[in-house]
T-cell receptor, first 114, second 113 residues
Framework: DADVTQTPRNRITKTGKRIMLECSQTKGHDRMYWYRQDPGLGLRLIYY???????NKGEISDGYSVSRQAQAKFSLSLESAIPNQTALYFC?????????????FGDGTRLSIL | ELKVEQNPLFLSMQEGKNYTIYCNYS?????LYWYRQDPGKSLESLFV?????AVKQEGRLMASLDTKARLSTLHITAAVHDLSATYFCAVDIKKSSGDKLTFGTGTRLAVRP
């Protein structure tokens, strides 16, 4: 089983719909992240959470919200989806205060908004 | 604002040849990460570089970090087809703990026979 699991893997929806992407991890890491990947732009940080009570905005948080339901679960919501939110979304985890350890990524959710 | 630039963006190289991918960044940092991504797949960690002069090697890949020049390199030796992928560098802001990564745009590597 994957250490970082994202659901769904693919989603097609319409403009204006509310969408939730879910991420769960079995690595026991405190820190979790949401990124989006667009062609030619690399990955950009949307939100990150250091623990259940600590949530922070990243580089491109407008139009998104998150919920850290438990140490192992971190959800990303698009309240009213728009076409330019079409992208590949990744969840990642890392250990606290362990710069020597890289972030670990899920398999991604491909989201298309029509 | 931290900016991370990779070049080249696309690299087509012949099997058996050597080449280097460059990662330049704009703000002082001593934490740099290299990742590999296969098409449609997740990101896989390759190297973690945590100090000036750090050098890491794994198989045909070798990564180095020069914090004074704000430059990291990923050197490919005697390329093989299995190395075809997109490679990303990611930089952590100094005094952080490996959590706020800024990614480069990626270098898409295609190794041809």
């Amino acid at each position: 089983d994957a250490d970082v699991t994202q659901t769904p893997r693919n989603r097609i929806t319409k403009t204006g719909k509310r969408i939730m992407l879910e991420c769960s991890q079995t690595k026991g890491h405190d820190r979790m992240y949401w990124y989006r990947q667009d062609p030619g732009l690399g990955l950009r940080l949307i939100y990150y959470s250091f623990d259940v009570k600590d949530i922070n905005k990243g580089e491109i948080s407008d139009g998104y919200s998150v919920s850290r339901q438990a140490q192992a679960k971190f959800s990303l919501s698009l309240e009213s989806a728009i076409p330019n939110q079409t992208a590949l979304y990744f969840c990642a985890t890392s250990e606290s205060d362990r710069a020597s350890q890289p972030q670990h990524f899920g398999d991604g959710t491909r989201l298309s908004i029509l | 604002e931290l900016k991370v630039e990779q070049n080249p963006l696309f690299l087509s190289m012949q099997e058996g040849k050597n080449y280097t991918i460059y990662c330049n960044y704009s703000t002082t940092s001593d934490r740099l990460y290299w990742y590999r991504q296969d098409p449609g797949k997740s990101l896989e960690s390759l190297f973690v570089l945590l100090s000036n002069g750090a050098v890491k090697q794994e198989g045909r890949l070798m990564a180095s970090l020069d914090t004074k020049a704000r430059l990291s390199t990923l050197h490919i030796t005697a390329a093989v087809h299995d190395l075809s992928a997109t490679y990303f560098c990611a930089v952590d802001i100094k005094k952080s703990s490996g959590d706020k990564l800024t990614f480069g745009t990626g270098t898409r590597l295609a190794v041809r026979p």
